[in-house]
């Protein structure tokens, strides 16, 4: 079977700027665009306007089709503008996000769709999260948890563990949520069809090898020549090549693989929700895999519980938190760059992302903390979830997992 496979240049988010004129000297040289659509983001109507065959695919599968031409926000995505180097542009008071001379859709979906999304929504009392979130059915009632982390930290893993190995799970979204507060219930919206998602899972989650094929690719690694792994330096090397170079595992090429899908860490797959799998036993007692399918798929969670992940070498693995040490976390944003979260030359060190949020445009910090304050008077229970060490000992993803089980109360 062919890869359906996209390189862009750059392969991560480029810069972002505020508007000084820019966005209306491009548009003056750019007019008719091949491809437009306009997306439903909860209620808010984006429109793409864009030369790039590419980011038309992906945003048509990401996104619901709005049924209204009309638009409360646009994104631009033009490729081929002289005197440009790749960037967006963004302007609030027009609701405008132009990415110029980069078709990596990252930029498309998140600062830009994503961004102008949130702006909109402020007007109808909807807060932006940067999570993942499952819905969970508990004897007879069914609540949501959302999981914040820093880039690295084990968001994804975590999101799909709860999918695969709890059978009253439904799968809600991987990235982004927009929440309000309707009497006594906190209601999280997720806004995406397919998700844009990480292909590194693959590599601790074999599953998804199958579930992946046919599906439509971004940047991932499809020669052994090009592992985007190597480093002569040791703390940047990736540890598949690493553990390649010191004889204990095979190459995915070396063994008749046509991709690596955990190569370079910010490859990308879009990826239809029903294709999670989770395990099951049949009348006979055999366990087996199966598609989640689209009766297991929700866009609305009333939300019950919040996961905030480290990586670290002191927290234990699960407490619960209260709500100055949650906020105080969330305001300071820490978290180290990991390959594929940034510019190469910045991997390994450290940065701060308030609420652990890079979507946003200009984020108005006075109301994302009291947004957050407000999710504790609504009786949402906040858990610190450590994913990396703990008294010398390296905690694993089974572990975190059946931490994650007791706090629910799904044991």
């Known amino acids: 079977m062919a890869i359906n496979n996209y390189i862009t240049f750059p392969d991560r988010r480029p810069p972002a700027f505020k508007d000084k004129g820019q966005i209306d000297e491009i548009l ?13 983001i909860c209620g808010a109507r984006i429109k793409l306007l864009t030369n790039s065959e590419h980011v038309s695919e992906f945003w ?23 005197g440009y180097e790749p960037c967006l542009f963004y302007n609030l008071d027009k609701k405008i996000a132009l990415g110029v001379n980069t078709e990596y859709y990252g930029l498309a979906k998140s600062k830009s769709a994503l961004g102008l999304a949130t702006e909109v929504l402020k007007e109808k009392e909807k807060y932006p999260m940067h999570a993942a979130s499952v819905s969970i ?25 709860l999918l695969y190995n709890v059978k009253n ?51 991932v690694v499809v020669r052994k020549e090009n592992c985007r792994q190597k480093s002569q330096d040791l703390e940047k090397m990736g540890s598949c090549y690493r553990s390649v170079l010191e004889g204990g595992r095979k190459c995915v090429f070396d063994e008749g693989f046509k991709a690596c899908y955990w190569s370079y860490a910010n490859s990308r797959i879009m990826f239809p929700r029903e294709k999670f799998t989770m395990l099951i036993a049949d009348e006979e007692g055999n366990v087996k895999e199966v598609f989640k399918g689209k009766e297991n798929v929700t866009n609305e969670i009333t939300l019950k519980y919040v996961l905030l992940l480290t990586r670290d070498d002191e927290s234990p693995i699960i407490r619960k938190i209260e709500k100055e040490e949650a906020i105080k976390i ?38 994302q903390e009291k947004f957050f304050r407000k999710l504790f008077d609504y009786n949402v229970i906040f858990y610190l979830l450590n994913t990396g060490s703990y008294k010398g000992r390296k905690i694993e993803i089974h572990q975190t997992h059946a931490y994650i089980r007791a706090a629910l109360r799904l044991n």
């Open 330 to 367: 969330l305001k300071e944003g820490n978290f180290k760059i990991m390959p594929g979260g940034g510019p190469p030359e910045k991997w390994g060190q450290y940065g701060k992302e308030p609420f652990y949020d890079p979507y946003q445009l200009e984020m108005d910090l006075e109301r």
């Open 137 to 161: 059915k508990r004897n007879n009632e069914e609540f949501g948890v959302a999981i914040i982390a820093p880039t690295g930290t084990g968001k994804t893993t975590q999101f799909h563990e």
């Open 60 to 82: 048509q599968l990401n996104w619901y089709a709005s049924d209204s031409n009309d638009a409360d926000g646009f994104v631009y995505i033009i490729t081929g503008v002289e």
């Open 28 to 40: 003056s040289r750019y007019s008719n665009f091949p491809y437009v659509h306009t997306a439903n």
């Open 169 to 219: 799970s439904k799968v809600v979204g991987d990235d982004y949520l927009f929440l309000s507060f309707k009497e006594k219930e906190v209601v999280a919206e997720q806004p995406e069809n397919w998700l844009y998602m990480r292909t590194e899972i693959a590599e601790k989650h074999p599953t998804f090898l199958k579930s992946f094929e046919g599906l439509p690719l971004e940047n």
